[in-house]
């Protein structure tokens, strides 16, 4: 399956924005899907999961403030951000796997990964 990550761009401080990922040549089944983010200089790191029953999991960083969903007729996962902050900006990815519930926070455990955009919060 090949992912494609959309709906990165430039918002203020306290702005929102919904980033997109579309599944191609395949769907995400079963599979859990998860949400990344790395900063410059900086290591990728958890934002939240969705499994295929829709149990969701979050970052505490971002807990309140961003929501993870998916819409299986569309083989789309949708991450809402609201209330961003400029230690949000990154290059977001998504990615696709079957991480067992205690390693669903790493990044080894998926597969594979759609190409990423770039959400930037200013000050």
């Known amino acids: 399956v090949q992912l494609q990550a959309s709906g990165g761009g430039l918002v203020p401080a306290g702005g929102s924005l919904r980033l997109s990922c579309e599944a191609s040549?395949?769907?995400?089944?079963?599979?859990?899907v998860g949400w990344f983010r790395q900063a410059p200089g900086q290591e990728r790191e958890f934002v939240s999961a969705?499994?295929?029953?829709?149990?969701?999991y979050y970052a505490d960083a971002v807990k309140g403030r961003f929501t993870v969903s998916r819409d299986g007729a569309k083989n789309t996962v949708y991450l809402e951000m609201n209330g961003l902050k400029p230690d949000d900006t990154g290059v977001y990815y998504c990615?696709?796997?079957?991480?067992?519930?205690?390693?669903?926070?790493?990044?080894?455990?998926?597969?594979?990964w759609g190409q990423g955009t770039l959400v930037t919060v200013s000050s």
């Open positions: 040549g395949g769907t995400f089944g079963t599979d859990a």
């Open positions: 990615a696709v796997g079957r991480p067992i519930l205690s390693s669903l926070r790493v990044p080894e455990m998926y597969g594979s």
């Open positions: 969705i499994r295929w029953y829709s149990i969701t």
